[in-house]
Nanobody, 124 residues
């Protein structure tokens, strides 16, 4: 089973950039959908971005489009976050889906492996 671990969270000011990394171990992340979700206190976990293996396509939530970028490497997936705003404050989670499975990619139940999360705080 794939284990995921996120790195790179922190506290920044509005307008700053931050890059999160998610490193996979214990299995392959080839032919697997990979995604970033986030969860603010008292709120549901929501979709941020996904790298879909079937077609090598990146997809984004409207709230982060043109600011966030997902990049997949052989054993990791990064989330480059630009022009961060207070509304981006949350715990960010990396997730991987079942191998050779495509289709729905923007809901938590589409993923089977999760990292523990990394905190991102944006405030002035």
């Amino acid at each position: 089973q794939v284990q995921l671990l996120e790195f790179g969270g922190g506290s920044v000011q509005p307008g700053d950039s931050l890059r999160l990394s998610c490193v996979a171990s214990g299995g392959t992340i080839r032919e697997v959908n990979l995604a970033w979700f986030r969860q603010a206190p008292g709120q549901e976990r929501t979709f941020v971005a996904a790298h879909r293996w079937d077609g090598n396509v990146a997809s984004y939530a409207d709230s982060v489009k043109d600011r966030f970028f997902i990049v997949k490497y052989q054993n990791s997936v990064d989330l480059q976050m630009n022009n961060l705003q207070p509304g981006d404050t949350a715990t960010y989670f990396c997730a991987s889906g079942k191998r050779w499975t495509s289709g729905t990619f923007n809901i938590p139940s589409a993923y089977i492996n999760w990292g523990p999360g990394t905190q991102v705080t944006v405030s002035s």
